[in-house]
T-cell receptor
Framework: AQSVTQLDSHVSVSEGTPVLLRCNYS??????LFWYVQHPNKGLQLLLK??????LVKGINGFEAEFKKSETSFHLTKPSAHMSDAAEYFC?????????????FGKGTHLIIQP | GAGVSQSPSNKVTEKGKDVELRCDPI?????LYWYRQRLGQGLEFLIY????????KSGLPSDRFSAERTGESVSTLTIQRTQQEDSAVYLC??????FGTGELFFGEGSRLTVL
């Protein structure tokens, strides 16, 4: 069995300050890990993914995440928040096979950007 | 097509009516997924297809829900005798690899409101 825990349901930061969205996972197998962003009334868009190559992954819009196996974490960061970053963020773990085709979604973190 | 297309984008229906939601995946994607997202909530897995077969239907909430896929392309999610608790956004996604590590590509969803 696998699981994903997004440690914060809401994160609020000021524009121009760093963003940290935390994600921890558990998996019996070597997983792939993803971060998706969902803007209001939109579908989910892939921000970045880790698939056993470099542990520091760079994504779109200045986001990056680091895979830390020892800590079973895949936290999402951005050096400087922009108003357009306000959205819902989902951490996803995927392994080959299993229920739901090996996909487990976190419950989401709502990112609020203060002007 | 260029992306995952879902229709209708919005559907308002009366309690007890049947509804059909359609998903056109990205051409060549072998896997297709349906999720439900209630207001302010995360994603709830419903069903996925590998080709035209559905290996995992465990997420369908009741026997009022059914889905099919034909031609390894279009999928239809049918909800019979709709109830108010069925109100949600229904998201479809497709992926090139099944039992793999590929990312999902999402449509923008079909918003269902049951009065």
């Amino acid at each position: 069995a696998q699981s994903v825990t997004q440690l914060d349901s809401h994160v609020s930061v000021s524009e121009g300050t760093p963003v940290l969205l935390r994600c921890n996972y558990s998996s019996s197998y070597s997983p792939s890990l993803f971060w998706y962003v969902q803007h209001p009334n939109k579908g989910l868009q892939l921000l970045l993914k880790y698939t056993s190559a470099a542990t520091l992954v760079k994504g779109i819009n200045g986001f990056e995440a680091e895979f830390k196996k020892s800590e079973t974490s895949f936290h999402l960061t951005k050096p400087s928040a922009h108003m357009s970053d306000a959205a819902e963020y989902f951490c996803v773990v995927r392994t080959s096979g299993g229920g739901a085709d090996g996909l487990t979604f976190g419950k989401g973190t709502h990112l609020i950007i203060q002007p | 097509g260029a992306g995952v297309s879902q229709s209708p984008s919005n559907k308002v229906t009366e309690k007890g009516k049947d509804v059909e939601l359609r998903c056109d995946p990205i051409s060549g994607h072998t896997a297709l997924y349906w999720y439900r997202q209630r207001l302010g909530q995360g994603l709830e897995f419903l069903i996925y297809f590998q080709g035209n077969s559905a290996p995992d239907k465990s997420g369908l909430p009741s026997d009022r829900f059914s889905a099919e896929r034909t031609g390894e392309s279009v999928s239809t999610l049918t909800i019979q005798r709709t109830q108010q608790e069925d109100s949600a956004v229904y998201l479809c996604a497709s992926s090139y690899l099944v039992f793999g590590t590929g990312e999902l590509f999402f449509g923008e969803g079909s918003r269902l409101t049951v009065l």
